[in-house]
């Protein structure tokens, strides 16, 4: 009987052992795997979560509105600056978030992707360039779409799921006995330098789970959302936008009707095509009514309310923002990519001098 409980006690022993180092194998190399896009990843969304206030503190002469107190009308203002810019096949035009803020253009032109900012109160062009002259917009790409279409949202993806692979078997292989939580995540910084690194990323690592794994699991929705959704019309491109900002004055209008006590959050121009997005935050913190109208001709063609539009994005990006707690939430979200920043370069340097040793 005695031989029989020694030997279920050994083999019971040993299963945990291998599941033990499967899990810390697993967690090392995917960690080292995706190491250096995690901490891209961590830099970007931290960034972006203060999207305009950084941008305005890097480049205040390019992203700073003037303080008229008269400022001119739209198509005033979007003709002068459009005349000095390239023919585009498309604009989108993001609309100022504070009285501080500038319009952002996006064109897409022969040469690629053309950014340029515009001053609300007399439309002057006050920067423009490639993405890199627009170091918040290069940092918005990186973190949504690291690569041109599928491939870009397809990394995206693997991305969360490695972070939510990490966590997962880190805490596995790490979980303190029940009653012993206490004890077994404290920290001496009496220990040497190597045992102090050790302790404080298995500690910061697990404190910390449950929103690194928050904001992987949406990240995760948010990238799967725009794979499974249908691809984009391969119908050819306008050759130009139309420069018809009489038009374009008009739709905004018949947007404003359509959605009253609205503010509008941004406009796309595909040839004499306008699509307007309001936002909606009484449907959800992200939600948008979308209105489609014609510049030409100024009628709406089509007007979605947000209420009808079956999306997650609207209800996953406030999460993975930390917009949904408003100021706090971003400061917690920052917080949180310093601290997976930290993690993944003491975990790597933990394997660096572990595989050294181990070659020795």
Partial sequence: MRISTGRETCRSFCIMMLVKRTLLTLHRRVAVLFAFF??????????????????RFIDPAGMTASQSVERDNIEKVMGR??????????????FPTSPQSTYL???????GTWYASVDPANGALLRQGTVWHFPLEAALQLHFQPLQGRPGNSLVLALALALITVGVTGFLFLRPRQGRWRKQLAIDFRSSGKNLLRQLHRTLGIFVLPLLLTIAVTGALLALEILLSPPASSAKKPDYVTTNFAGFACALKAAKQAFPETRIRDVRISGDVVRIQLHEPDNAPW???????AMQAPCVIESQPASVRRAWWPQLLPIHTGSLLGTAGRILVTGVAAVLLLLTLMGFWLWLTRSRQYHR
Avoid at 38 to 55: F, K, P
Avoid at 85 to 94: D, F, G, Q, V
Avoid at 105 to 111: I, P, V
């Fill in 38 to 55: 995690l901490m891209v990843q961590a830099l970007s969304g931290a960034a972006i979560s203060w999207r305009w206030e950084v941008a």
């Fill in 81 to 94: 600056a459009v005349a000095a810019l390239p023919e585009a096949s498309s604009t989108r035009i993001y």
């Fill in 105 to 111: 253009l996006r064109l897409e032109t022969e040469k």
């Fill in 287 to 293: 939600a948008i009514h979308r209105v489609t109208a």
